[in-house]
């Protein structure tokens, strides 16, 4: 007997989008990645350190949790965040159109594109106060195996080419955490700060 009402449709089931080389040049899982590089630890991902790389932890309005990690590096910065999945399907087509939706609301803009992880978003968001112009962003994601990495490029590389190159590298090499603790699709997988790092609160972004 199907637990989905007779009056609701089926969930509709996407198919993964990720690059065919995803398992072999990232992003990785933990169970793909190489366990004697010197990865920073930041639970649900891991981060390959690199001269002149800054990491922030961004912690949500009014509480401690952190919900997203920013990666600044030549004059460009990535946000990601790491979420549950199913196994078998993936989130980021639906997600997208979640994407270009929201943004829409807030008056900007979303062209799709086709980039190196796939498909994704080039948005063109309202100008920050004080700013003229809009903001530029990148919208980009993977599903891997039973997690999600999306992926925000802002700066220099989301309008020039050359910029991306790096900061798309940066990307692939993410290691995604997802433990074995059941967990909702769409929840975000826990994000903490570095046990080296304890006793130094980072950066914080609300």
Known sequence: MSDIPADQPAPVEHPKSAPEDRAERGPLDESEANAVRPYVDL???KILPRPDLRVRLEVEEGGKRVVAVALDFQESSLQVQ???APRSSGLWHEIREQI????AKQGGSVTPLTGPFGPELRAELPPAAGAQGPRI???IGVDGPRWF???VISGTAA???SAAA????LFR???VVRGSTPMPPRDLIPLHVPPSAQATPPAQNA
Do not use: K, N, T, W
């Open 137 to 139: 962003a990148r919208f």
């Open 166 to 169: 790096p900061i798309e590298e």
């Open 43 to 45: 639970g649900g991902v």
């Open 149 to 151: 990495l999306r992926g």
């Open 100 to 103: 270009a939706a929201q943004i």
């Open 159 to 161: 309008v020039d080419a």
């Open 82 to 84: 790491p979420f549950a």
């Open 173 to 175: 090499s993410i290691v």
